[in-house]
């Protein structure tokens, strides 16, 4: 049996044993880890190093600091504004929180630190609506993931130039890709997935949490005010922190180290306890996204995903429609980056769309603005991306009740998706 087919098998006991819930999935995510090392699937030291990989640091950093402005009388004074001002309309309230999220998504690449970012305040909003976490943390994540970059801004003004340089590498320069034109492609995607987490998705969602929550605080916090310095402390790091990944770009940093810092502030300044930060790590949480880190690189050295992307080329020619051709290449990678890190499929199925449309000399500006948009809206699983486990861990679902509500805009966001691309960049 070679090394693919042991990893597939592998791959399907892990996302099995994930929906069964007898064990914790960060057990299940190191059971499956061990696994992949002893059969030659993906090498130790590799698998090792996932422990220190920096998106892991970046998201354990900031449950941290979440949780020290959690502390703070600012969290629940805002949400108290925030609420006064929709009259205890939940619909209002989140109308307010996806436009900001929105916003905040065009100059922070990462979703998981955006999402850490404005979990804690609308957290408190439903503390002040009576309302439990479950009802909404899943709407503000497919915010979140399914908006990040759209418009060209920050790191969105870069991915005409990125699509470029696929096309200049495979040799097809016959077509340039604009610098509107990923916003032209991805703009009804965004409006469709803020009207849905605005209106529906808090409706669909769980009306308590599946499973314990953990993390960014769920139950009212019983522990007295802190001091004044302490408390000023609290927003102004947690500001600092937002303002900093914001300009990340200027300021030279890297995005884990500004995480990592306001960690550390927040229990060097007395806004937390050392105790109380390890307590706001879910740390079985840290251990699902080593696992997934894992379970993507084992996909990736067996060459599934190329495997995959083989057969895919080999069938494309065959589909003759369009609308057809545009569905597969949104679909597969779709699916793919459930599983396996968004970077790689992209890496794998964007060459594939450039040389499918080279053979037919049609335009590929289309197909391949569908595959990034298929990879950049993973949120089916928590080995998507990590702003999913955040999510589960904030909202207290578990992989049942992240598929049931993750389902309805999948399929949606590719109906809207192939439909609208295919149709304003045709082949």
Same mark, same amino acid.
């Given at each position: ?49 996932? !422990? ?16 020290? !402005? ?65 009802? =909404? ?5 497919? =915010? ?5 970059? *759209? ?41 469709? *997935? ?7 998705? /808090? ?25 004044? !310095? ?7 790091? !947690?500001?600092? =922190?937002?303002?900093?990944? %914001? ?7 890297? %995005? ?54 083989? *057969? ?9 429609? /369009? ?28 060459? %594939? ?11 590929? =500006? ?59 960049? /045709?082949?």
């Amino acid at each position: 049996m070679n090394k693919l087919v042991i990893c597939l098998i592998i791959c399907a006991f892990t996302i099995a044993s994930y929906a069964w819930g007898k064990w914790k999935m960060g057990t299940t995510a190191m059971f499956s880890m061990v696994a992949f090392v002893v059969t030659g699937c993906i090498d130790a030291g590799t698998a090792v190093g996932n !422990f220190a990989n920096t998106n892991a640091v970046m998201m354990l950093s900031m449950f941290v600091v979440a949780a020290g !402005f959690n502390r703070t009388q600012f969290v629940k004074k805002c949400a108290a504004s925030v609420n006064r001002i929709a009259q205890g309309s939940l619909v209002m309230v989140m109308a307010g929180y996806v436009l900001i999220t929105v916003i905040l998504c065009q100059f922070i690449q990462s979703s998981m630190v955006v999402f850490g970012i404005m979990s804690p305040m609308l957290a408190a909003s439903c503390r002040e609506l009576k309302l439990q976490p479950s009802r =909404v943390m899943f709407a503000l994540m497919i =915010v979140c993931i399914s908006t990040i970059s *759209v418009m060209p801004l920050g790191s969105g003004a870069t991915q005409f130039a990125e699509l470029n340089g696929y096309l200049e590498a495979n040799a097809y320069t016959d077509y340039v890709v604009d610098l509107m034109d990923p916003m032209k492609a991805r703009m009804p995607m965004l409006l469709l *997935v803020s009207l849905y987490a605005i209106f529906a998705a /808090p409706r669909l969602a769980p009306d308590q949490p599946v499973v314990a929550t953990a993390g960014i605080q769920a139950k009212e916090d019983s522990r007295k005010a802190l001091p004044p !310095f302490q408390e000023k402390a609290g927003y102004i790091i !947690f500001l600092l =922190v937002t303002l900093g990944l %914001i300009f990340q770009k200027g300021t030279g940093l890297p %995005i884990w180290v500004i995480c990592l810092a306001g960690a550390v502030l927040m229990v060097v300044s007395g806004v937390l306890s050392e105790q109380e930060a390890v307590e706001s790590i879910p740390w079985w949480m840290g251990f699902l996204f080593v696992g997934s880190l894992t379970m993507g690189g084992a996909l990736t050295q067996t060459g599934a995903g190329e495997a995959v992307g083989n *057969v895919l080329a080999n069938a494309i020619g065959s589909l003759g429609n /369009p609308y057809l051709m545009g569905l597969v290449f949104f679909l597969v990678p779709f699916l793919l980056t459930q599983v396996m890190m968004n970077r790689s499929v992209m890496t794998i199925f964007i060459p %594939i769309a450039i040389l499918a449309c080279k053979s037919m000399g049609a335009n590929p =500006v289309g197909v391949m603005i569908l595959v990034q948009s298929a990879c950049l809206s993973s949120f089916m699983t928590p080995m998507a991306t990590p702003a999913v486990p955040m999510c589960m861990a904030a909202g207290g679902y578990n992989l049942n009740s992240l598929m049931k509500q993750s389902l309805l805009p999948a399929v949606a966001l590719c109906i809207v998706s192939v439909g609208w691309v295919m149709t304003v960049f /045709p082949l």
